[in-house]
Nanobody, 125 residues
Framework: QVQLVESGGGLVQAGDSLRLSCATS????????MGWFRQTPGKEREFVAA????????YLADSVKGRFTISRDIAKNTVYLQMNSLKPEDTAGYYC??????????????????WGKGTLVTVSS
């Protein structure tokens, strides 16, 4: 069984930075890719960023381009989301996910196989 555990969320002010981490554990796991998603109450989970595990190719939502960066540390089985210039509209629960293989839904939420429980990011104005 694969577990994904997010950390690094918190309460910050607009303009601040945060770095989220997602550590994987369990059986040996080499995903096709991993991603970050976010969700606020009453809204669907939305794509934020994704990265392919072997090649390190990255994908970013238009709303976070220029502010967020996704990276991974293969040795540590960890993926990171560096969030700079945070805005109040970035407030959400942030979820890490992993996809076992490339599918037609990559990197959308329906294309992910494993999910973490999330970490809350609150940005005050």
């Amino acid at each position: 069984q694969v577990q994904l555990v997010e950390s690094g969320g918190g309460l910050v002010q607009a303009g601040d930075s945060l770095r989220l981490s997602c550590a994987t554990s369990g059986r040996t796991f080499s995903p096709y890719g991993m991603g970050w998603f976010r969700q606020t109450p009453g809204k669907e989970r939305e794509f934020v960023a994704a990265i392919t595990w072997s090649g390190g190719f990255t994908y970013l939502a238009d709303s976070v381009k220029g502010r967020f960066t996704i990276s991974r540390d293969i040795a540590k089985n960890t993926v990171y989301l560096q969030m700079n210039s945070l805005k109040p509209e970035d407030t959400a629960g942030y979820y890490c996910a992993a996809s076992r293989r490339l599918g037609s839904s990559w990197p959308r939420p329906e294309g992910m196989d494993y999910w973490g429980k999330g970490t809350l990011v609150t940005v005050s104005s």
